[in-house]
């Protein structure tokens, strides 16, 4: 008979959790306990399935109901005093339990827009350093530790997505990694993921200042340049010819360290180079006053760091399309350069010869660094994946994103390297930002620049904004404490920017020194020791598990340590 | 002679049109609320509901400052009548009200009324529905109003306490209410401790026998949850009302599992006892004959210190 397979509590109807907390009393289907109490009092179960609040209203609201009509809203609970519609689970008697999907709940989105939605947020800046971090561990070995980091980033970032879904007796829909880590590690883990999350933030904050200073400087000195007519000799060592590829720091290793692998800072770069034109003195006062290290990093101040204050950065994410856009006309401009450079390969297996370098350097964990920070995404991963509709790909999805995202990397590094122009050129030459090897009167490049800039305007508050709701939400318990604590948080990351710009302009040492560290506790340590402790709290803790993620534990700190040593 | 209702000592539930009396009178009494009552807008008459709250009081709700000429008649004619016998009085003020001057100058002739013809009864101001009170809000604006009301209130003192009835606050609040009537409740609690020690349960409560809220209680140890006492009595309330639907009166209960066993009775005149012991192995035969046994010393506990006013009527 149709009544004896009823379920026992209807099913929620999107939709039908109406907004006021009082249904109306004719819609019997829309009125039902929004709680039922466990009824197991035999076990002493430690954790509480519900608050000690919901479940004395849930006996209020079931004795309440029981005092006037049926059909009588005098004693039903208002909005207020309903819990919101996140926190609200239905229980079935048998035990399981599902959330009310409220009525503005996550978007459902096919796999495609997922997978999108994840290579987007991947592709960082990270990839102009792609052809620089090949170059400093060589071509062959590049490739390789390329293919190998994706591989490793994305198992790390497998555990990290899976790592709620173990966590018994809790509902844990509605958790991120640093929550995960609080429920593994106490406030320890909270506090130690919310410190490594904002090193990789600040990191890229502080990359993005430096290649905004640098993009401006290229941007104003081609307009001047074409503006004043005035042609640039060619002083700045490079090939000749209409796809003129240049080295900043001849002899110097690309970065301005010496061949012995100590790094030293790098040499200030103001740009300068001699000019034949016809106001010389015109063109020294403008060199002096647009310089790439020594103003335009104060420059920036005055248009950024208003864009910082706002309250929301709302406005700021209308405009991740730029940072697509911006990807793929690099993967053009590549496609482009490589076509007309063509390729300039040798492989010198071990020995460093003038023009090209060793397929196997011992430089190879700044490569590491890089791509740690290339591939994360591991503190918002599991928010990406939620919208997600068809939950049970998300192990396929995730991995044809990072196939994609190597993919990019790897077509971008691959094709820079082996078309930079070798004979006159030493491969030593390619620079951390290699849209650096271009010159600045470049057009291909000039549009290239200019399109990142402003994407990376748009992109700047979106990260401050980020870096701020999750440190005063830790220190103060609100997003927006105040204006002058903002202020002072918006003034230390605009500070540590200039500093870098203005002193140590290297993208690539940044971005693999944050990398490294950043990953050392998201990517390495924390999903290998958190899936450890849950197997091991289920039994299932087998030897070759164990020793495999602590391998990765080592790998993650040897990585951090290569960073410093070589 | 005087007519049984004259000699019945009031307790009288006054408050402004809407400040939500009846929904209170009804949660804590286990009222059914009929619809037409409230259709018909302000409590016209006086609601008098017999029940023996504590012993022999007699709740009577009314409603102040609805419609003001109607409230004038009452005052100047009916006042004596209304004030007089009275045991307690208890006014609810709506939180979220625009005219706290009327209300204030209702509440004094209220007690202008107490001090002329009961000057011996207990004030009690209960400032409801604070839930539409922000939570951060919530002690500013209640310490405000106290400290006006117990101003306004000399030379009578008055407590007053914050409720709402979607929260923990309303039970509390009548629940000390009820503690502070009782009129030996110390030696009522010395009593039930050593009750519970020599029975060896583990938590034994004392109830009001109307209301279920909890006079008293012992534990022997820690418990988990803070807000049981109102569950349980929101659990008996009802099944007293699913009792009554059956023309049947709630007596006794006895809950046991392999764990525990917990035994709600009948105990002194105007209380209830729940018993709960974590020993399963003791029959309940056994903790029956002991809670029996108990009942006649606490009905005379109740005998020698009764309330006040039936030595009075006997001296009378």
């Not at chain 1, 390329?146 to 966590?167: D, F």
């Not at chain 1, 290649?211 to 005035?230: C, D, E, P, R």
């Not at chain 2, 009835?165 to 009593?191: C, F, R």
């Not at chain 2, 029996?292 to 010393?297: F, I, L, T």
Request: with cysteine; glycine share 6%.
């Amino acid at each position: 008979m149709e009544e004896d397979c009823k379920p026992l509590l209807s099913p929620v109807r999107k939709g039908s959790y109406t907004d006021t907390g009082s249904t109306d009393s004719l819609d019997r289907a829309a009125r039902r306990p929004f709680h039922v109490e466990p009824r197991n009092i035999v076990e002493d179960t430690p954790s509480e399935r519900v608050t000690a609040e919901a479940a004395v209203l849930s006996s209020r609201v079931h004795y309440y109901g029981r005092l006037t009509a049926s059909a009588d809203r005098l004693l039903s609970p208002p909005d207020h005093v309903i819990p919101c519609p996140e926190e609200i689970y239905v229980y079935s008697p048998l035990g399981t339990a599902f959330k009310v999907t409220g009525g503005d709940g996550v978007s459902k989105n096919p796999s495609i827009i997922t997978i999108f939605a994840i290579w987007n947020t991947m592709m960082g800046t990270s990839i102009l350093s792609i052809p620089w971090g090949i170059k400093q561990s060589g071509f062959t070995l590049g490739i390789i530790i390329l293919i190998l980091m994706g591989l490793l980033t994305l198992y790390c970032c497998l555990r990290v997505l899976k790592s709620p879904k173990s966590i018994p007796y809790i509902d844990t829909s509605d958790w991120e990694f640093p929550d995960v880590c609080k429920y593994y590690f106490g406030t320890f883990g909270q506090w130690s993921s919310l410190l490594f999350s904002m090193v990789s933030l600040i990191g890229a904050m502080v990359v993005y200042w430096v290649l905004m200073s640098n993009f401006l400087f290229n941007t104003g000195k081609f307009i001047y340049n074409y503006a004043y007519n005035v042609s640039i000799s060619d002083t700045d060592f490079g090939t000749n010819g209409s796809n003129r590829v240049i080295c900043p720091f001849p002899g110097t290793g690309g970065d301005g360290r010496n061949g012995s692998g100590i790094s030293a800072p790098c040499q200030l770069s103001d740009g300068y180079s001699g000019y034949y034109g016809n106001n010389t003195t015109d063109t020294d006062l403008f060199d002096r006053w647009w310089s790439k290290t020594n103003t335009i990093p104060f420059y920036l101040i005055i248009l950024l760091l208003p864009l910082l204050n706002f309250r929301s950065a709302s406005f700021f994410a209308r405009f991740t399309f730029l940072g697509t856009i911006s990807v793929v006309y690099l993967i053009i401009l590549v496609t482009m350069k490589a076509v007309r450079l063509g390729f300039h390969l040798e492989f010198h297996w071990f020995d460093s010869s003038e023009f090209f370098v060793p397929e196997f350097r011992l430089l190879c964990p700044q490569l590491t660094g890089v791509l740690t920070l290339a591939f994360f995404i591991h503190n918002c991963v599991i928010t990406l994946m939620k919208s997600n509709k068809h939950q049970e790909n998300n192990v396929r999805d995730l991995s044809l994103a990072y196939l994609l995202v190597g993919l990019t990397y790897l077509y971008v590094g691959v094709l820079i390297f082996a078309t930079f122009p070798s004979p006159p050129l030493s491969k030593d030459c390619i620079e951390p930002n290699f849209l650096d090897n271009f010159p600045s009167s470049d057009i291909l490049v000039f549009v290239a620049r200019t399109c990142l800039l402003f994407q990376m305007t748009t992109v700047y508050p979106l990260l401050g904004y980020l870096v701020r709701v999750q440190m005063m939400s830790q220190i103060f318990g609100k997003h927006y404490p105040g204006f002058f604590h903002v202020l002072t948080l918006n003034i230390i990351i605009v500070a540590a920017g200039v500093c870098m710009a203005r002193f140590y302009p290297n993208i690539g040492s940044i971005i693999r020194y944050s990398g490294a560290t950043c990953g050392l506790a998201l990517v390495f340590v924390f999903p290998s020791l958190i899936h450890m402790m849950s197997l091991k709290r289920r039994g299932e803790l087998g030897w070759p598990s164990g020793l495999f993620h602590s391998l990765l534990i080592v790998l993650g700190v040897a990585n951090v340590a290569g960073q410093f040593f070589m | 002679g005087m007519s049984s209702t004259a000699m019945k000592k009031k307790v009288l539930l006054m408050g402004k049109s809407g400040s939500g009396k009846t929904s209170m009178r009804s949660i804590i009494f286990a009222n059914y609320i009929a619809r037409d009552t409230r259709r018909l807008g302000a409590t016209i008459d006086v609601e008098h509901s017999h029940v023996r709250f504590l012993g022999n009081l007699v709740l009577n709700l009314w409603d102040c400052g609805g419609q003001d000429t109607f409230m004038e008649n009452y005052f100047t004619s009916q006042r004596d009548n209304i004030f007089r016998n009275v045991e307690v009085l208890i006014y609810v003020f709506d939180v979220e009200s625009r005219e706290l001057e009327k209300d204030m100058h209702y509440y004094q002739s209220c007690l202008e009324a107490i001090l002329q013809n009961s000057p011996d009864a207990k004030v009690f101001c209960l400032v409801h529905k604070m839930d539409l009170v922000q939570e951060d809000q919530r002690d500013l604006i209640f310490k405000e109003r106290e400290e006006d009301l117990r101003r306004l209130s000399r030379p009578l003192a008055c407590t007053c306490f914050r409720t709402s009835i979607w929260d923990e606050t309303l039970y509390k609040a009548w629940s000390s209410i009820v503690y502070q009537l009782i009129p030996n409740v110390q030696q009522l609690e010395t009593n039930l401790r050593n009750f519970a020690q020599i029975i060896e349960a583990d938590e034994v409560l004392l109830f009001e026998r109307a209301t279920f809220l909890v006079i008293s209680h012992y534990q022997c140890k820690e418990q988990r949850d803070a807000h049981r006492f109102e569950k349980i009595s929101n659990i008996i309330k009802q099944f007293k009302l699913s009792c009554s639907k059956l023309a049947a009166s709630f007596q006794s209960m006895e809950v046991r599992n392999s764990n525990f066993a917990a035994f709600i009775d009948v105990f002194t005149s105007n209380t209830y006892v729940m018993v709960i012991m974590s020993d399963p192995s003791i029959p309940s035969a056994a903790t029956l004959i002991n809670i029996r046994n108990a009942r006649k010393h606490f009905e005379k506990l109740e005998r020698v210190d009764g309330p006040k006013h039936s030595l009075h009527m006997r001296m009378r």
